[in-house]
């Protein structure tokens, strides 16, 4: 198994696990100015709102440095990504059962990869100038595209429609797309899971030092599904553009399902220490997140196949580190 193809299918892991799409929605026309009153004083419900003809930008910033010990290598290969994937997310109807239709577009993508054997690779999808590297000149391409996702009444996805056109526009992966890094941003599972945060406000209504639950599963083409288990706590009401916003904490583990043969590379692999940790801001009269951050560490061990030799066996182990920011700004 060679390092490269390794750092190619992991280093996407699980940017869009655990509640980093904190996404919401405003009221449609030029952005209104509202002036709440003073913070609730007892239990208030932290309810989503979704105008139609609404439109939030968002941008979801990635660090993320990983280390892989190889045997037989004396040293650990070590990477470091930083990457910033922007999306523009639109209301287009809503039905009298309370369930919605969103399309998301793609807005830019810009990514920049230094160490392990792929040397440096950097783009910037906003840069001409990109158009020299094979997936940066992809990454144009999909400037634009966007896909349909479908809510029901509970905000839970029900099918996303165009991620086959964004393949297309991808094309041959070898040539366009050789670190799979578009694949996975552009991926059904991508899209689906860039709405789970949508399960992470309470059932009832809460005041501060209440703690609630959430435990949900995503899909990674990368890692299987993944099961994220959380504990929030919200901290206190905060003031933000004379707004009232609900700062919450969050804390817990992921790990993947248990029971499932978990192969990347085609290597047998397991995950060990999967912690999860973050805030969120929740705007009450916009009824949507407006900022994140989430912090993920993890160790991937892999076992190196018959076909290695003296190898066989013996185990690949990567360190991963992630920390997400994402924060929303509302256009209309």
Known sequence: ??????????????????????????????????????????????????????????????????????????????????????????VLSESPDGSHVVAM????????????????????????????????ATARKLVGAKVQIFLDASNRVQKVEGA???????????????LGLLGDL????????LMKANESLPTTPVQPGDTWPVKSESHSKTMGIIVSDHTYKFIGWERRNDHNVAHLQFDGTIATKAGEDLRISGLPA??????????????????????????????VTLTMPKEAGPLAGQPITVSLNQFITVKLVRTR
């Open 1 to 90: 198994m060679k390092a490269k193809g390794l750092g190619r299918n992991l280093f996407f892991t699980l940017c869009v696990v655990a509640g980093l799409a904190l996404l919401g929605c405003s009221k449609s026309g030029p952005p209104p100015v509202i002036k709440a009153g003073p913070p609730p004083t007892g239990p208030t419900m932290l309810t989503l709102k979704w105008p139609v003809d609404s439109r939030v930008e968002l941008a979801v910033d990635l660090k993320q440095p990983m280390e892989t010990k190889i045997p037989g290598q004396a040293e650990p290969m070590k990477q470091d990504l930083l990457l910033t994937q922007k999306y523009a997310r639109t």
């Open 105 to 136: 577009e793609i807005v830019g993508t810009k990514m920049s990869m230094k160490g392990g054997q792929q040397g440096e690779v950097a783009f910037d999808s906003s840069d001409p100038s990109s158009e020299t590297n094979a997936t940066g």
């Open 164 to 178: 086959g056109e964004l393949r297309k526009l991808i094309g041959p992966t070898a040539k366009n797309d050789p």
């Open 186 to 193: 552009t991926s059904e599972d991508t899209f689906r899971n």
């Open 270 to 299: 397991t995950m060990q220490g999967g912690n999860s940790s973050g805030e969120a801001w929740f705007d009450l009269e916009e009824g949507m997140f407006v900022e994140g951050d989430v912090t993920q560490d993890m160790t």
